[in-house]
């Protein structure tokens, strides 16, 4: 398989998992936020094609679990009633891309409660809850890259272009960034904001902090490239002609960056995922009940829940899948660069 | 079987007659001018255990101080409990009172005199007598202002401090101006304090300072069970056993039986559950519900013990203090909402305290309508209603105090106000209390139903605390408040508006409702009827206040879990604090000599 054809594999596999998330709550049964407190932790279902009978069903179906009389978190398997799932069902309503608003889900238990990654502390379910998670980490992830990306370019491109004093200043002030113990920032921006603040707003500011602190690496690449482009025969010829410094750097030396921007994008992107979990997982991130990969995963501290309950594990696999295919990305895209090309011929002679 | 029986009961036998000749030989020599003075002993009923080993504890935190004169947290007051002793204790199991370091006492029949009888021939744990001078002397440092000791609010009975006279050796008369409803429990923690020791440091004003956590052992005495023997900071502390304690078992034998007690410093609750499952600790307590199940269904070598309600009321509460020009435009507004009494007996109908006990707790806890738990059958009023949930009157009262239900995006109902404002509010609780977070989560929720948003904010348990005593900028609160006696008068400082601990508007200078001033009236009240049930009526009466008015909105109850390893013996877990400390003199390893060994 050429390079090219893995790239495209590997970004329409990356698409089709982008997509399942977006569409969350089509794929999700339940509401995230939806408490269910006859059930708090129960594991996750098993589905069934063979019935106490012996007889093969095509249609999946589930057992009804119960608690255990007196117990709070033991259940038990109601073998004498069989779930049926159902596919195209009409529930919770919810809203694709924030637009368009939908009942249809597409399976659910009906009447009766169906959890395949099982339910939290307060019964809500694991997997509406990972998918929907997924909604507020991968767009933090996405965001907090495209902006670190573009607050790079533009800052790298500046000052290998420029260079001088602008170069040395910028530079500088990237390293003061490199240097910044964010964490503790975040702490501190946390103390100044307001008591409650909205959902929304706690995300997007997670979001623009975890962007605006990450610039500086990405700076300095692009300054790097920009600096041996701008030496290039082609620039030279044509700042000779009489072109100007912005059509230079539009026409010659931003494309030259283009291959380090996309693969610095594929290895931010999980980058940033990991730092909103991250920071959800200490509560600095998004708050209950609106669930984040960070924050499911944020009831593993105690004890209890982690030698108790197996299935609250199951949201830290969830981004394997992404992260697995954001790598394999960058280091597809890396291979495909000039860079890479040059030195593979160099070795070859 | 009986041939072992028979072994360790020789062994016992052994030991309890070396142990009375150390005794008996010991004081005698070390102390020869006091070897006449006959010791009164106070002889405790109950299972007979061995002398010797040692157990070890796990405290959450280091404790602050071992002066009791400044204590206030929790640690810090277990440590020194079982360091002091106090003229005359509440037994932590039954709830009443029983002669300590007096051996008795009378009340006069106005109720406004105490007479109190000294055990002759103590000592403090350093082999320093005891006499009056030395309870004289605790009384003078209680009550001199300067010293700003933690008891002093408590001796201050109609405005007048009490007035302590000594009559002979032995006796002494505490004077009150006006009859106290409490009576001689009053003089449950007022531990006698080393005259010798601190005197010195008293009349150069350097009292606070003494008793440091660093401080050298033979610089330290009390007349508790256990003195001080090793502190490692950031480590543990160890104490051992007081040769010269007071009591003895129904043998005649002296107590405490144990050697040593050590307290680890483990400062997470999780970490403790661990030290304790691997054997590291030998006793739990404080425990949540989660880690109890735990720890009981990996149990083997330990038994785990729910000793049933506690005394600690979980509740919320909504900002009702008087902000003035202070308040933003927008907290007046809010304020306006939860001011309505309507809009606070609807929150509580919506709640489902019902839920909070199963999920929270696990079951081990019971639902609350008022602040006294089942873990206080005396004081609880049974006639407070127990109103089951129910969204639709809560529905009801809310259109009646002029909210109404709109329907929001996504269907959802949203609840605004007459003026047409979406009800929005906050509920901080403490981050490092995982129940009380979940407590509002599920709070969430149920107004959630009601159309309210409400958002959770974790804080930091002191920003906490600031915000609600100093700043008063939050808009509603979940707290707890653990009484540390059973008697209505621990929770004085909750319930009167001039009280610190007075959590929706602390401090007030005059009562701001109506209401909050007969509350103060009841307890003042009950503060000097002299019958209990006299005191009864009037606190069930403040009770029904509380119901009626809901400043706060009662939740639930946790009951105190503890665990022990098999081997310690004479373990009775209470429901008053300390809850596995409070018999510590007749705990005992039943495997001694090996335990030492560990």
């Given at each position: 398989m050429s390079t090219r054809s893995r790239l495209l594999v590997c970004a329409l596999a990356l698409g089709a998992l982008h997509l399942g998330v977006a569409c969350a ?105 990972v998918l929907?998670g997924g909604q507020v980490s991968l767009l933090a992830g996405l965001i907090g890259a495209g902006l670190t990306l573009s607050i790079g370019l533009c800052i790298g491109a500046a000052a290998g272009f420029w260079g001088?004093?602008?170069d040395?200043?910028l530079m500088?002030?990237a390293e003061?960034f490199l240097a910044l113990?964010w ?24 979001v623009?902090?975890i962007g605006a602190v990450g610039w500086a690496r990405p700076a300095r690449m692009v300054r790097g490239i920009v600096l041996s482009a701008k030496e290039r025969d082609f620039v030279r010829a044509a700042r000779?002609?009489?072109a100007?410094g912005s059509y230079l750097l539009r026409r010659h030396i931003l494309p030259e960056t283009a291959s380090v921007v996309l693969t610095q994008a594929a290895i931010l992107v999980p980058q940033f995922v990991l730092a909103e979990m991250t920071l ?12 984040s990969w960070g ?20 949201p830290a696999l969830a981004m394997v899948p992404f992260f697995l295919g954001y790598l394999v990305l960058a280091s597809l895209l890396q291979g495909s660069t000039g860079a890479a090309k040059i030195e593979e011929a160099a070795s070859g002679v | ?598």
């Open positions: 709550g089509f794929f999700a049964p339940y509401d995230p936020a939806a408490q269910d407190r006859e059930h708090p932790y129960a594991p996750p279902m098993r589905p069934h094609f063979v019935d106490a009978q012996g007889r093969l069903h095509l249609r999946p179906f589930f057992y009804a679990q119960a608690l255990r009389a007196g117990t709070f978190d033991i259940y038990e398997e109601d073998r004498a009633s069989p779930i049926p799932v159902k596919f195209f069902v009409s529930s919770a309503p919810y809203r694709v891309l924030g637009l368009l608003r939908l009942r249809v889900h597409l399976f659910g238990g009906g009447d009766a409660p169906l959890y395949l990654l099982g339910s939290d502390a307060y019964g809500r379910d694991l997997l509406s809850r929907f001088g004093w602008k040395e200043v500088r002030v003061l113990p964490i503790y920032l975040l702490f501190a921006m946390r103390a100044f904001l307001p008591l409650a603040v909205p959902p929304l707003k706690a995300f997007l500011l997670v623009v902090v000779g002609f009489g100007s959800s997982f200490l509560g600095l991130g998004v708050p209950e009940p609106i669930p924050n499911l995963l944020a009831s593993l501290q105690h004890y209890n829940v982690l030698v108790s309950y197996w299935w609250m594990y199951l | 079987m009986s041939e072992r029986k028979a072994r360790s009961g020789r062994i016992g036998a052994c030991f309890a007659a070396i142990l009375s000749c150390l005794l008996f030989v010991y004081p005698a020599s070390s102390f020869p001018n006091q070897a006449n003075t006959k010791e009164e002993l106070l002889r405790v009923a109950g299972e007979n255990g061995r002398p010797g080993g040692r157990i070890v504890i796990a405290l959450r935190s280091e404790p602050k101080t071992l002066n009791p004169l400044i204590a206030v947290d929790g640690t810090t007051r277990e440590v020194i409990s079982v360091m002091q002793a106090d003229l005359v204790h509440i037994n932590r199991a039954t709830q009443l009172t029983e002669p300590a370091l007096a051996k008795s006492w009378k009340t006069s029949p106005d109720g406004l005199q105490y007479t109190l009888t000294l055990r002759q021939g103590l000592k403090f744990s350093d082999g320093q007598p005891l006499d009056m001078e030395d309870v004289l002397f605790t009384f003078r440092v209680y009550l001199d202002e300067a010293v700003h000791a933690t008891q002093r609010d408590l001796l201050i009975v109609g405005g007048k401090p009490i007035a302590v006279r000594k009559v002979d050796a032995q006796t002494v008369v505490f004077s009150l101006a006006k009859p106290y409803g409490v009576g001689e429990r009053l003089f449950d923690g007022m531990v006698i304090l080393p005259r010798h020791l601190l005197e010195t440091a008293y009349n150069e004003g350097k009292l606070a300072q003494s008793g440091a956590i660093g401080t050298a052992p033979n610089q330290w005495a009390g007349l508790g069970p256990f003195r001080l023997k090793e502190y490692v900071a950031g480590q543990r502390l160890v104490l051992e056993r007081n040769p010269y304690y007071w009591k003895t078992d129904g043998q005649g034998n002296r107590m405490p039986y144990l050697d040593e007690i050590v307290f680890l410093f483990v400062p997470s609750a999780d970490a403790q559950v661990l030290r304790f499952q691997s054997g590291e600790t030998d006793m739990i307590s404080r425990l949540g519900a989660e880690n109890f199940s735990v720890l009981s269904r990996q149990a083997s070598d330990y038994a785990m013990k729910d000793a049933g309600p506690g005394l600690e009321y979980n509740f919320l509460f909504f900002n009702l203090n008087e902000l003035g020009e202070k308040a933003s435009a927008e907290t007046a507004h809010k304020q306006n909402w939860f001011r309505s009494e309507k809009f606070r007996q609807a929150v509580s109908l919506a709640i489902d305290r019902e839920a909070i006990v199963r999920l929270v707790y696990q079951g081990r806890g019971a639902a609350l309508w008022g602040p006294v738990t089942p873990g206080n059958p005396r004081w609880v009023d049974a006639a407070i209603a127990h109103p089951a949930r129910s969204l639709d009157k809560s529905r009801q009262l809310l259109t009646e105090a002029g909210f109404r239900s709109m329907s929001g995006e996504n269907g959802e109902p949203r609840l605004v106000d007459a003026d047409g404002r979406p009800v929005e509010f906050s509920v901080i609780t403490s981050a490092s209390n995982a129940d009380r977070a979940k407590m509002a989560t599920l709070i969430q929720d149920d107004l959630k139903q009601l159309g309210m948003r409400v958002q959770v904010v974790p804080l930091e348990l002191r920003s906490l605390i600031d915000r609600i005593t100093q700043t008063k900028e939050y808009d509603a609160c979940v707290l707890g408040v653990a009484s540390f006696d059973a008697d209505p008068n621990s929770d004085l400082n909750v319930w009167l508006s001039s009280g610190g601990m007075h959590l929706w508007n602390p401090s007030q200078k005059h009562p701001a409702t109506d209401w909050e001033a007969e509350i103060d009236r009841l307890m003042e009240q009950q503060l000097t009827a002299t019958t209990t049930a006299q005191r009864k009526k009037l606190y069930d009466r403040v009770q029904e206040i509380l119901a009626e008015h809901q400043p706060m909105i009662f939740l639930a109850s946790p009951d105190i879990l503890v665990g022990a390893k098999k081997s310690i013996g004479n373990f009775h877990p209470a429901v008053l604090e300390p809850y596995v400390l409070w018999n510590v003199e007749q705990l005992y390893q039943r495997n001694g000599a090996e335990n030492a060994r560990r």
